[in-house]
């Protein structure tokens, strides 16, 4: 593998495993605030982050050494609405610029597994910045976000809310395939 792809694969792999572990604390605050539909929002979002880690990590193979990772993630612990605009802006972030480079350089330097694993985080962070978005409305009207099951794919982490398809939309995976957040 080209060094430059490992490093992106090693950086996304930072972020989305800060992300996971992020959007678990930032669940509880939810709950802590009474929020429980966006504490489920945030658990939700954070299962979908761990597939994307996971599927970085498992493309990078076998690695030995220590390596610095830059995370370019939110932190800290705010009220509700702002970890939901910490979650927005991490998404867009993701969706706008970091993916999009790590794509192109593992496509030029013709990564086919690293081009996949990109694919389907970036098509996952943009439902998922939409999602925060819904429920950081309510929470700044002093309302809870209405939210119906939500379903994240175990193969590439994309997520829907309402209906189970019978088929991911971005990687085919059968619906047996996803877990369900109700």
């Known amino acids: 593998m080209r060094d430059m792809t490992a490093a992106n694969l090693r950086n996304a792999f930072g972020g989305e495993s800060m992300a996971h572990m992020r959007y678990k604390i930032w669940g509880q605050e939810a709950q802590q605030d ?16 761990q ?3 996971t599927n970085h990590f498992t493309v990078l193979g076998e690695v030995d050494g220590g390596f610095m990772c830059n995370s370019m993630a ?5 009220s509700t609405a ?3 605009q910490g979650g927005i802006d991490g998404e867009t972030f993701e969706v706008n610029e970091m993916y999009p480079s790590y794509l192109e350089v593992a ?10 694993t990109f694919r389907y985080a970036l098509a996952a962070e943009q439902t998922h910045a939409r999602m ?17 099951t939500v379903h994240v794919c175990n193969v590439c982490g ?15 995976a059968t619906r047996d395939e996803f877990q369900s957040f109700a």
């Open 74 to 78: 939110e932190f800290g612990l705010g």
């Open 132 to 148: 925060f978005k819904k429920a950081k409305e309510a929470v700044k009207a002093g309302n809870d976000v209405e939210l119906d």
């Open 107 to 116: 496509q030029k330097q013709e990564v086919e597994d690293a081009v996949q």
């Open 34 to 49: 009474g929020f429980s539909n966006t504490a489920r929002l945030f658990t939700a979002i954070s299962a979908a982050e």
């Open 158 to 172: 994309w997520t829907v809310e309402g209906d189970l398809p019978d088929k991911c939309p971005i990687c085919d």
């Open 82 to 84: 702002d970890n939901l």
């Open 51 to 53: 597939v994307h880690a």
